[in-house]
């Protein structure tokens, strides 16, 4: 599969008269009492891969000071615990909100609270949207993942190693083939498109096809690149692109956007707020003129 090709494909040439509803109505539930960055740099990350809308459902006291961070993402107070992480008595709010959106992404800085686990897990096994999972969002499904096969709407999981062997049991794979052949053998199992992440990540999907990304370095391994990657896919899917492209697609962008950022900045001093900046720059290199508008 030509990646690029693929990209150009189904995000080159947005119509003339398009609006923000067609791009992608996306809520990503992160962030806690101190790890708020997730859910900034999960938001932006989607709005700088052509989401149309995103609100970002976030314990209710995180709000005001999260405020004079966004401009472009919207927010949803939700009832919280006495730890400042997301109560599970946001369940119906959160329900009665997904109505009208195209994509949940649920995961980054959650926390493992107990209560909070106990919301993520009510909210994807209900869920009918499609959805990208990560960090604390894989961490809630351990113990409880065959219910991944009851899911009723499309998923992606993004796990790296440890957490994929905590969700998933057995032991971390040691070579490039071995992470191929667990992702693919779970991916299978479970209907679920994984996005097994590390040096040369690995996407999977429900239905054997394997991609092996080549873009990235080990700048990149720094807090919150996750979260940019969450953000990333979600976009993705929120413009239609079907499951396994969009994790492919995502993977590919925010290792190219770690790229250009490593000559720029070098390795040693990448952070994850560089990939925001350097993803508008990633998507120029990959769509190039395909990206004009169309009459």
């Known amino acids: ?33 101190g790890m708020s960055g997730a859910c900034f740099l999960a938001s932006m990350a989607a709005l700088r891969s052509g989401a149309g809308l995103v609100t970002v459902g976030v314990p209710k006291s995180l709000v005001p000071s999260l405020a ?15 730890k ?13 909100f997904l109505k009208k959106q195209d994509v949940l992404a649920i995961g980054p800085g ?54 994929f062997v905590r969700l998933f ?30 040096y040369r990540t690995v996407v999977a999907s429900p239905n ?13 391994a720094t807090g919150g690149s996750g979260d940019v990657l969450t953000g990333v896919i979600a976009a993705m899917l929120g413009q239609k692109v079907e499951p396994y492209l969009a994790a492919c697609s ?15 900045k070098g390795q040693v001093s990448l952070v994850a707020g560089d990939l925001l900046s350097a993803l508008p720059n990633a998507f120029k290199r990959v769509l190039g003129r395909a990206g004009s508008t169309r009459k």
């Not at 054997?208 to 990149?220: A, E, H, I, L, S």
Request: proline letters at 4%; a positive charge.
């Open 84 to 96: 400042g992480t997301v109560s599970e008595r946001a369940h119906q709010t959160i329900q009665d």
């Open 250 to 264: 995502g993977v590919y962008i925010h290792g190219l956007a770690g790229d250009l950022m490593a000559k720029e």
């Open 208 to 220: 054997g096809k394997v991609y092996v990304n080549r873009t990235g370095n080990p700048g990149m």
């Open 1 to 33: 599969m030509e990646i690029r090709k693929e990209i150009q494909k189904y995000l080159g040439r947005r119509p003339l008269r398009a609006h923000k509803g067609d791009f992608g109505r996306i809520l990503i539930l992160a962030g806690s009492r």
């Open 68 to 82: 004079r961070r966004f401009t472009e993402a919207m927010m949803l107070p939700l009832p919280e615990t006495e």
């Open 110 to 163: 959650l926390s493992a609270h107990s209560s909070t686990r106990r919301l993520v897990r009510q909210t994807i096994l209900q869920s009918k949207k499609r959805m990208v999972i990560d960090a604390d969002g894989l961490n809630a499904l351990a113990g409880v993942v065959k219910s991944l096969k009851k899911l009723k709407a499309p998923v992606i999981l993004t796990p790296h190693a440890g957490e």
């Open 169 to 198: 049991g057995g032991k971390v794979p040691k070579s490039d083939r071995e992470r191929c052949r667990i992702a693919s053998r779970t991916a299978r199992k479970f209907g679920v498109t994984i996005v097994l992440k590390g």
